[in-house]
């Protein structure tokens, strides 16, 4: 079993369309949670983290469910702008390493 | 501002050539990373630098050499590479090794590297 999965997708959805991601991880002790961006052949971008009580920035809701090991993305009101692929990304432990899902691609069309 | 910066955008190199990739961030961050991407794939991980100091090799090939010259700068030195080292290579930087809760990395633009 994959550490961090991911359905890969892709979504397509209609703009003005709201669409949710999930994610779910095995490692039990995990203790950090990211959602990054990331467009056509460009790097990575910190989307958000996610908080236990879960989070919101502005068209973007992540939440976290610990007893089910269980992260999600919510984004309401799609933009064209948003297509893009969105990993999962995990940090287990006080180190350095993240562990990133395989992603899910989003095209939001017109 | 939270920029790393890349150099070269692209590189295109022969299986017997030596390359250098560097890397620069000035956030006064204290861990950098190198890692791979191949096309529709999630980063790997290839080398941890956290002060200054190698602190992770994930296995990665000899012809693949890391080096950090300082806190701002992290370069990866290339010889003898395989076509199968054709990937997006991505430095990351953040702020400590040790990461609290919500600290997390900050990527570069990424270098193509193709190996012919």
């Known amino acids: 079993r994959k550490e961090v999965e991911q359905d890969p997708g892709p979504f397509n959805v209609p703009e003005g369309a709201t669409v949710a991601f999930n994610c779910t991880y095995s490692?039990?002790?995990?203790?950090?949670f990211f959602w990054y961006r990331q467009d056509c052949r460009k790097e990575p971008k910190l989307l958000m983290s996610?908080?236990?009580s879960g989070n919101e920035d502005g068209r973007f809701t992540a939440q976290l469910n610990r007893a089910s090991q269980y992260i999600s993305l919510l984004i309401r009101d799609s933009k064209l702008s948003d297509s893009a692929t969105y990993l999962c990304v995990v940090r287990t432990g006080g180190g350095n390493k993240l562990t990133f899902g395989t992603g899910t691609q989003l095209k939001v069309e017109l | 501002d939270t920029e790393v910066t890349q150099t070269p955008k692209h590189l295109v190199m022969g299986m017997t050539n030596k390359k250098s990739l560097k890397c620069e961030q000035h956030?006064?961050?204290?861990?950098m990373y190198w890692y791979k991407q191949k096309a529709k794939k999630p980063p790997e991980l290839m080398f941890v630098y956290s002060y200054e100091k190698l602190s992770i090799n994930e296995s990665v090939p000899s012809r693949f050499s890391p080096e950090c010259p300082n806190s701002s700068l992290l370069n990866l030195h290339l010889h003898a590479l395989q076509p199968e080292d054709s990937a997006l290579y991505l430095c990351?930087?953040?702020?400590?090794?040790?990461?609290?809760?919500?600290?997390?990395?900050?990527f570069g633009p990424g270098t193509r590297l193709l190996v012919l």
């Open positions: 990351a930087s953040s702020q400590t090794p040790a990461q609290g809760p919500q600290e997390t990395q900050y």
């Open positions: 490692n039990s002790a995990s203790q950090s």
């Open positions: 996610v908080y236990s």
């Open positions: 956030m006064g961050h204290r861990a």
